[in-house]
């Protein structure tokens, strides 16, 4: 295993913190990508047009009912031909139910279609694959051992929910508790938490900025992100994904000409960023950030959504992978779903702001409370994070990621982000390639995301491998040596900086 | 050739066409220069000078600076009591309508789930979020509502909140009660539609507005065709505690072609003969609603909510709602104990009764106790489970003290009340209330109990206010 683990690090060169790694495709194969697209529209509509004149089994989605014949209807017609004729196509891959804990493996329900995925049912039976596509960095995905067993303890104590916000009658010692718990493992004034990761967003972000505010937003934010800024109304200004040129001339410009129309100086500027991008894998340039938000005195909100637990030496996210100061980021947000296998999402920081969040967020005022099981499965966990027990689970994710990576770009293929990210986004570009690369998959005994437009650029399809603690060196090793043999299949290894590298180290091995 | 290198060549040419020519220049000229001129307002400025306005440059506060508050810590009992920072009371504050919370069977299938799935769902329900226990709960929901489809999402709030941006858009129009929960408002404005707010419950408001809308599209029937248009209203308004003219607005719904869209949050599991919610307590057709939505975390003491309707509206949540697709699933053991909460709302029918026995005798009594007070006002219909004591003369930061000390001493009477204080952002903020909630685990005495210390504390309140 040691050996392993020396051809990995060293076969390409040692993993850089801060540099993400974004390859170009050769210029053929976003050829070929355009002319998938091409010849699915042009199906598409041939399709559309059979259906038109009952050519052939009429199938199709389902139609507004009869008694609302004239209504304006409720969907855009492109977004429904998108749906008919593309998604249709690769719907098996998205909504696979599972019947089990979601762990390194996973029991999928097997579900068949046989009018080409326009109606799915259940055969019965199920399959257990290796679990590649849940977020569940530190393994805490489980339903034996202390985690569980005190989730469940609670949840008989104090039953399932509290219907009533967190204002009313929502608080319990537990909330408390947590509050308490998770300031001091991330070395903060105080905190407040929040029953949706999601909702963690939206909700509060409205609360700090209004309009006269600006917010420098990466491009690549999530859309809980996104809404939150629409909803606050302050004006938006998107900057280039983690080009810290670009932010510094985004604020430079924004500070000397001022709010549009009345030209007054804008009241204040929160740089809004990720710790970890879910879907390219990189990590926010984060020392420059903070360099930068001091120069021109902006605020910065950090979003550690999947940095929290999977970064940093003891899983204090990315202020502790850079060796930054927690004081330094004036809003900690993040949330408990992906490496503490709960739910929820918790903002940080200065006492003053969390005082004024429990006044004026819209989730604390309005929003359940957090459900009392989860609570405790979140304080266990962090407990085994802090206490060092859980040090196994952070060395083993660090140590997958890298050697997942490392393996993955010797073999060929063009993969996303920052070596040290659990977050493994592999380019595959032609959407009918990225299905059949699921199938196979799946056949093989593995479950991946795999993921395209609209949630990608047009031509960026990708699928994303989401590692676990949990995963042991021989899993990794059997989806690797599957994604080798697909890989060739499809001929998905358009990477053309490791060809040398990976000559090198097959002669090793 | 020489010709053209000298003035000879003018002569040639004809005058009306050089005329043309001098025209076409200056026009030229005037589009490549005005342009600038007219930004030039704001002159370029130097790098010294840029660099001052960036020194000069002093940002508000993060936050403004604010009281620390504290929320009460509670403990919650079986049946109707409540620990309230030590004080046991009963409980008037909560969501808790069928007294279900504390229900055994709901707690062990919630633990149950926890055996079987663990806590979290590890991720959305597109990448292997999805359990098997989301699916059974989701059918079991459209199958006691007697529609097509449901959807579930993993927070109530996001529930209303998502479906509204994921089928009104830019240029679409929103007819919403004014008094909506807060949930609403921002679902509304995450969709960048156009909002006509209309008066709380007054239909003829609303179909003064629609007819305005009616108008204005016969001198544009082509862009009104394209044009959605929806109805938003609650079943039972969180606000007030009145139930929606459901039937009236179906009628506007054919009249107008306009959608309806019912947030039966507070109406769920509480009317209608089997609990289906208003369109069963009026006799109307389910599926004349286009969309229903409602929080699991009321009558249903799981997290979470869902929309239910018909495939063509509800589906097209499943890749256009964002708080379904962008957020982790409802974890799975919470969607366990909904399913038995469902079932158990199936079987016992009897909860129903006693809920809706307790709102009415609830409402007559405190009716009496508000009457000739000259303080608060009763709002709301008797049958719903939510009462606001309404301030009659709402005016300053006073009545809010006032709520609050009201509030205080009545908890350690052994009553526990919220208030209806609300968020700046928020539309109702004017409206000051003390809100209370009814359960089915109340029995009349608790309910009389309740009344006569509330009665008691009226009195001393307007006493102190005729005084002033």
Redesign the interface.
Known sequence: MGKTIKIATNAIKAPQKIEDHFEKPPLWVLAVMYCNYMSLYIFGYLADFCRKYNIGTKKT?????K??K???????EF?SFF?RNV?MRLRDR??????????DT?EL?ERKSEDQNWTFFFTGKAKKVM?F????YLG????TGK??ET??KT??E???????P????????KH?ELEAYWSAFLGVESTITF?????TN??NI?A?AGPGCLILSDELN???LV?GI??SGAKCIVYKHNDMQDLENKL?DA???GQDRI?R??????IVVEGIYSMEGSVVNLKKVIELKKK????LYLDEAHSIGALGSGGRGVVQHFDCHVNDV??MMG????S????GGYISGKK??I??????S??H????AM?P??CE?IIQATEAVASGKGKRRLVQLRENSLYFRQRLKQMGFIVYGNDFSPVVPMLIYALTKLCLFGRLMEEAGI?V?VVGFPATPLESARVRFCLSASHSRAQLDKCLNEIDRIGDILQLKHSRQSKISSKNASRNN | MERFFTLEVLKTIPYYHLCIELVLIYCIYWLYFSRPLRNQR?PE?TPAE?QK??DE?????????????R??????LPGSK?I?DRDECL?F????FLAL??DDA??GA??KG??????????P????????A??YLEEEIANFLGV?EAILY?????TIASAIPA?A?RGDLLFIDEQS???IQ?GA??S?SKIHWYRHNDMEHLKELLDAQAECEAKNPRK??????IIIAEGICQNTGTIAQLKTMIDFK?KY?V?VFLDESNSFGVLGETGKGLTEHLNVDI??V?LISA?T??AI???GGFCAG????V??Q???G??Y????S??P??AR?ASTALKIIQNEPTRLCRLRANAKFFHKQLQIAVEHSHVFDLTGDDISPIKHLLLTHPNNNENLKAIQSFIQSAQSQGI?L?SGE????DRTCKNTSIRLTVSAAFSEDELSSCVSVLSGLIKKLSVSKSAI
């Not at chain 1, 998205?94 to 762990?103: K, R, T, W």
Request: glycine share 8%; hydrophobic share 35%; proline share 5%.
């Open positions: 989605l389902a139609q507004d009912l008694r609302n004239g209504f304006p209807p409720l969907h855009d977004a749906t998604y998205f909504n696979s139910p599972i019947q089990s804990v979601p762990g996973f329900k679990n596509g849940s977020y569940n805490f995905a489980e339903n985690c569980a989730a469940e949840t008989e104090m039953s399932c929910t509290l219907s009533s967190r204002s009313e009658l929502g608080t319990t010692q408390v029953g949706m990761g999601f909702a939206s909700m409205p700090i999530h859309a809980s809404l629409r909803l430079r500070i000397i000409t030209f100086p804008y009241k204040k500027i929160i021109y005195k902006a605020y004036d809003i949330t408990f779903t992906k503490f296998g709960a739910a003053e702001i005082d004024y969040l429990r006044k004026s819209h989730a005022k309005y929003a359940c459900s099981g989860v499965q479950s995301v | 704001r400025l840029k306005l960036i440059w002093q940002p508000d506060p993060l936050v403004p600076v604010v009281e620390e508050s929320d009460r810590i509670v403990e919650h409540i309230v409980d504050g909560t969501f808790n919370r504390k709901v707690i919630g633990m926890i055996r079987d799935y663990g806590v979290g769902s590890c991720g329900r597109g990448f292997y979020g999805t359990f098997d989301h699916i097509d993993s927070y109530g709030f996001s089928y858009k929960n807060f949930a921002q404005k995450a960048r009104a065709k394209v044009t959605r248009k054919y072609k959608r599926l004349d286009d929080e975390e009321r003491p799981s997290i018909s495939a063509y509206v589906d097209h499943r890749l256009a964002l708080g697709c962008f957020s982790a409802l974890p053991y919470l104990a526990a919220v609300k968020l700046e952002q």
